[in-house]
């Protein structure tokens, strides 16, 4: 995706009431967000999953968009199929990208129990059996009653799975690996390698060993675009899946589609830099990921205050090594409070981490629905919409052209955007997680003479340009201030 100016908007976070009201909302909000400058909506799953309390990562029926009577339902937690394809729509009129949340690493609630013979697995290594080879009883068999075979006839048993969490003779939880022909995790070279092999997560797992596996979601996969309209795909944890297949999959998805038609990005929860490496070269860079580390960065960040060195901000991220494979992200539904992934980014810093996002040459950025809506109840947060939107705006207007970097301090520092011939101002960015300070910058397209202001509004100062456009621009302690030419000022309250 041509990330020059794009920006991605993860348009739900976990705690959503079960209204089945949400496809509405986006497609009532289309036009506001093409407003503030969004160009691609990632949505979220929009399958049949366990119920309609359900975020629907517990997918049960990958053709069944909210259209059939199962798991007790005919919507999802978000809607129905038709305002699921209203709200897809309403995105494309408004020049809007939208993308699609694809669960493909596992099933859940079976519709039969099946017997066959497993293995129990050490849950801290999935390589280790802690049982002989024995007789479970489990719900592996799909045949989707409700939808009674429309749209596609596969029917899921037991031996398209690798393993499951469930034994319902014994009424027992675990990490049960599937014995039988051509059984047994992935290779461990083509999954992660924590807990010995991270081949399982969750529910039933699926075997893309298995022939007519890879031929039921190619054949899915063609089905669903051509049914959605969709413009892309967002592959939900592919660190438990043979990158092989992911690769495949995304490359016959691009050639049928064209890769400017269609992007994808996948969610490799891993920080390490070299192990994204090592993904990126096994897949041939043939979708983005994640930057994670940055992240965790930014996690690290706020919870440190001024013992973090800002300096260091960007050490082992895509965002640094590999800018056009990096999706940046402050915030998701993972890092919430009270999820699996919890890490969540201190308020004071929110602002901080969405200026570096936005604001940079580097990665396509991603505004995330609770952090720009906030989130209500237990796990409640805070709206930023009133900052998000100011830098949304400064992006639009200001951020063009090559970036200096001036990270040459541990708790100010800044960089510098130099504009093009199409948006020829340039901007001054500056952040402090201490008690403040000041960067000498250039910004080599602004005249001597002229004068900057904060755009943010933080710092109520003005900032003359020197001779070859360099300035002095200050910052107040914990807090970010972008300096870009007064004479346009009035533009930010239209």
Do not use: C
């Not at 022939?211 to 795909?233: L, R």
Request: aromatic residues 14%; proline residues 3%.
């Amino acid at each position: 995706m041509n990330n020059v100016n794009s920006v991605l908007m993860q348009y739900f976070e976990w705690y959503l009431p079960d209204d089945g009201k949400h496809w509405q909302r986006l497609k009532d909000d289309a036009k506001h967000l093409a407003s503030i400058g969004i160009t691609s909506v990632w949505m979220p799953p929009a399958f049949k999953a366990t119920g309609t309390n359900d975020a629907g990562y517990g997918v049960y029926d990958i053709f069944d968009l909210g259209e059939f009577d199962q798991n007790g339902s005919v919507r999802t937690k978000y809607g129905t199929k038709d305002e699921y394809l209203d709200a897809i729509n309403a995105l494309k009129e408004n020049g809007i990208k939208p993308i699609a949340d694809i669960v493909l690493n596992h099933k859940a609630n079976g519709d039969k129990k099946e017997t066959f013979t497993v293995m129990k697995m050490d849950p801290e290594n999935r390589q280790q059996p802690i049982s002989e080879p024995y007789e479970i009883e489990g719900y592996t068999h799909f045949n989707f009653p409700g939808r009674n075979k429309k749209y596609n006839d596969f029917e899921w048993h037991w031996y398209h799975f690798s393993g499951l969490d469930y034994d319902a003779r014994n009424d027992e939880t675990g990490i049960f690996q599937i014995q039988g022909e051509n059984k047994g995790w992935a290779d461990n070279e083509d999954v992660d390698g924590e807990k010995g092999n991270f081949d399982f997560l969750m529910f039933s797992d699926i075997d893309f060993d298995h022939p007519e596996v890879i031929q039921n979601v190619k054949d899915w996969a063609i089905w669903f675009i051509e049914t959605t309209g969709i413009s892309g795909f967002r592959l939900d944890a592919i660190k438990h899946i043979d990158r092989k297949v992911v690769a495949d999959l995304v490359s016959i998805l691009t050639d049928a589609m064209g890769a400017e038609n269609f992007y994808v990005f996948g969610e490799y929860w891993v920080a390490d830099y070299d192990s994204k490496l090592d993904y990126l070269e096994d897949i041939e860079y043939g979708f983005d990921l994640v930057d994670v580390k940055l992240h965790m960065n930014f996690f690290d960040a706020s919870k440190q205050g001024e013992a973090y060195d800002l300096s260091q901000i960007f050490d082992g991220t895509l965002m640094k090594e590999n800018p056009w494979n990096a999706v940046t992200f402050v915030e998701n539904h993972d890092t919430q409070h009270g999820q699996s992934l919890e890490s969540f980014v201190e308020d004071w810093f929110k602002p901080l981490a969405y200026g570096i996002i936005l604001l940079s040459e580097s990665g396509l950025p991603t505004v995330f629905y609770g952090d720009y809506y906030g989130v209500e109840g237990e796990f409640g947060q805070t709206s930023f919409q009133e900052i998000i939107d100011k830098l949304l705006f400064i992006r639009r207007t200001f951020a063009y052209g090559d970036q200096y970097d001036y990270f040459d301090d541990a708790h100010v520092v800044g960089w510098t955007r130099q504009g093009n011939e199409t948006f020829p101002d340039g901007l001054a960015t500056v952040i402090s997680n201490n008690s403040g300070g000041e960067k000498r910058m250039q910004v080599s397209t602004a005249k001597p003479g002229e004068v900057f202001v904060d755009y943010l509004g933080h710092h109520d100062g003005e900032v003359t340009i020197e001779e070859d456009g360099w300035g002095t621009f200050p910052v107040n302690g914990g807090s970010i201030s972008v300096w870009a030419p007064r004479d346009i000022e009035e533009h930010l309250n239209k």
